[in-house]
């Protein structure tokens, strides 16, 4: 009798802490005997452990992702009515916090390929009122860098990295020469919500900079603008990444590396299965030979051809195969966000993906038996069409 398969999950954090559980839980136990629940050695521990990591200056941990993007634009001192240039096709904290500032969010097109956003939209969005450009690694592959910074350099503008999908994930430059995302732009903010690629075990976030004025600045917007107690420098917030969570953190830090390979490892047989297929486009920066670390696969999403992707997503869930439209509304048409400047021809990208992207289950630990029932599940219900 064959060994049963298990459960599929969109994300498998049980199976992932059970391999980590010794550390994670001896982690916590010293937090909570510490009793250094806010600002403990751990957090200082785990930034600085981030920092060597991603060859960045200052890391400085926050509440959220979405904080960390708040307060990376505060830190920089946008002011209201000034333009941030991001993606139309992302989730919605990208956009809501420049919403929040009161600045003025700018969406433009994103690439047909790699669906992260379009430089050439971007140059055709700057006006004298740009002030910022917010690139998002969507899925965890990079934007390009090197023609965004050069855009960004050319207009004196800044450049805002959301890493919240990508951590881990290395850019390679025009050069040949290597750099994590997040350490690129002028700051940047990440996630470390439990389903990220370096999750926790509630909310947290973080901002990259190294830039040691900026880096000052926003320790201090984190904390009610303090840098002395109840002196009050600036505005701030109270954002802060708690020990708990940090000790979580840092007992998977070491494992990252190992994680994102792993994630590579099931889209490379995800891609293998599809390959050549006429009605599905495979995600884009896969290297066969593992030789590359420049896509970290937070979600494997395909796109589709000719195929009523809804119809897809309702047969799944009737085999128990859990799966995800990231994102099915663009920005633009979000109630929130619409605005009359925008001109549906100037998003023919989004409009399209919107309504033919699928992403499969991806997680550290996916086995070969889930993949090829997930696959081939996929595959017959193209062929039944």
């Known amino acids: ?135 998002v690694h969507l899925f965890g592959l990079p934007a390009e860098m090197d023609e965004i910074m050069a855009l960004a350099k050319e207009h004196n503008l800044y450049v805002i990295e959301d890493n919240a999908q990508a951590i881990g994930a290395s850019y390679k430059h025009k050069d040949g020469s290597k750099t994590k995302v997040g350490a690129i732009g002028h700051v940047a903010s990440t ?10 075990y509630g909310d947290g976030g973080a901002i990259f900079t190294n830039d040691d004025d900026l880096a000052h600045k926003i320790r201090g917007i984190v904390n009610h603008g303090m840098y002395e107690r109840y002196h009050h420098d600036v505005v701030g917030v109270n954002s802060r990444l708690d020990s708990i969570q940090a000790a979580v953190l840092d007992a998977k830090l070491p494992h990252l590396d190992t994680y994102n390979k792993a994630r590579r490892a099931a889209a490379r047989k995800y891609s293998e299965a599809f390959k050549n297929h006429p009605n599905i486009i495979t995600p884009t920066g896969l290297d066969p030979n593992d030789a590359d670390d420049s896509h970290v696969f937070h979600q494997y999403t395909l796109n589709l051809k000719g195929v009523d992707r809804d119809a897809l997503v309702a047969h799944l869930q009737s085999k128990n195969i859990p799966c995800g439209v990231y994102y099915p509304i663009p920005l633009h048409k979000q109630k929130a966000y619409t605005d009359p400047r925008y001109n549906e021809a100037d998003f023919p990208v989004t409009n399209e993906l919107v309504k033919s992207v699928i992403s499969l289950p991806m997680h550290t630990e996916l086995e070969d038996d889930q993949i090829d029932f997930i696959t081939s599940t996929v595959l017959d219900f193209i062929a039944s069409k």
């Open 1 to 135: 009798m064959g060994i049963k398969m298990k459960k599929i999950q969109m994300v498998d954090l049980q199976s992932q802490y059970a391999k980590i559980k010794n550390v994670v839980d001896a982690s916590i136990t010293e937090v909570m005997d510490s009793a250094a629940y806010i600002n403990g050695p751990i957090v200082h521990q785990f930034q600085k452990n981030l920092e060597n990591y991603l060859g960045v200056k200052h890391v400085i941990p926050c509440a959220n992702g979405t904080d960390a993007l708040q307060i990376a634009m505060m830190g920089l001192g946008l002011k209201p009515g000034d333009e941030v240039i991001t993606a139309d096709f992302t989730f919605a904290a990208t956009v809501e916090v420049i919403a929040l500032l009161q600045l003025t969010p700018v969406l433009v097109d994103v690439d047909p390929v790699t669906f992260n956003i379009d430089v050439n939209a971007i140059k055709k969005a700057i006006t004298p009122k740009t002030k910022a450009i917010v690139p």
């Open 191 to 200: 996630s470390f919500f439990p389903s990220k690629n370096l999750g926790c």
